[in-house]
């Protein structure tokens, strides 16, 4: 199954049953990626009845880091480091993930996922889409998912690592610049989400990145698309 896909799949079993609506949306988007139709459908009925058989297993647990409330601390001596800091300031390590942009891989999943996590929502819950046209229908989902996904953008905190904010901005900054039609109205607050986190980090990594010039540099090439 293309990972696309199968991470909406499986997003979607972890919430229960998948609904017809949800099979239609799924189909569509398999059809988009040029998955072939038959093939998708046996492995989705696969899936589905794997998913019923399936015994409950212990949810996994999260990583162990090396933060401290707001603070981290240094892994080659054991400094205690501003939680947003990139170098050490006793020995000069820096700081890098250990799970290179995982928040950030994280993150954009989730963002991906609510296209169809909202879809489902909706359509099992016949007095919040109503009995209306396919394409009053279709302008619902999207207003509902635009505003989900300006929440999850609002509620995404401040990067650690420069690795993160790189990797994030090369992705926000073309979001913030997005020119939209007037059709386009409820991604206005999308839009909106994505330039405010996005002058947020900058606005950080330039006080906490003022000794690390070549990374600086780059942050500024994203500032200045943006006119910060």
């Known amino acids: 199954m293309h990972p696309d896909l199968e991470n909406i799949v499986n997003s979607l079993l972890s919430k229960g049953e998948i609904t017809e609506r949800s099979r239609e949306l799924l189909m569509k988007k398999a059809e988009q990626l040029g998955v072939d139709a038959i093939d998708f459908e046996l492995d989705l009925e696969g899936r589905i009845a794997e998913s019923k058989t399936r015994t409950n297993a212990p949810s996994p647990q999260l990583p162990q880091t090396n933060k401290e409330g707001t603070i981290k601390k240094c892994p080659a001596c054991g400094a205690v480091a501003d939680s947003f800091s990139t170098k050490c300031k006793e020995c000069g390590h820096e700081f890098r993930s250990i799970e290179l942009n995982n928040s950030v891989k994280l993150f954009f999943e989730k963002y991906e996922e609510l296209q169809f996590l909202v879809a489902n929502e909706l359509m099992a819950n016949p007095r919040k889409i109503g009995d209306r046209t396919f394409a009053y229908q279709e302008a619902e989902i999207n207003a509902a998912v635009c505003d989900r996904r300006a929440n999850l953008i609002d509620s995404f905190p401040i990067l650690n690592t420069k690795?993160?904010?790189?990797?994030?901005?090369?992705?926000?900054?073309?979001?913030?610049?997005?020119?939209?039609?007037?059709?386009?109205?409820?991604?206005?607050?999308?839009?909106?989400?994505?330039?405010?986190?996005?002058?947020?980090?900058?606005?950080?990594?330039?006080?906490?990145?003022?000794?690390?010039?070549?990374?600086?540099?780059?942050?500024?090439?994203?500032?200045?698309?943006?006119?910060?």
């Open 163 to 228: 690795e993160d904010i790189l990797e994030f901005l090369s992705i926000a900054v073309p979001e913030s610049k997005k020119k939209l039609s007037f059709i386009e109205i409820p991604k206005k607050n999308l839009r909106k989400a994505w330039t405010s986190k996005t002058e947020q980090i900058i606005m950080k990594a330039r006080f906490a990145m003022k000794d690390d010039k070549k990374t600086l540099e780059e942050i500024e090439v994203y500032a200045k698309e943006l006119g910060i």
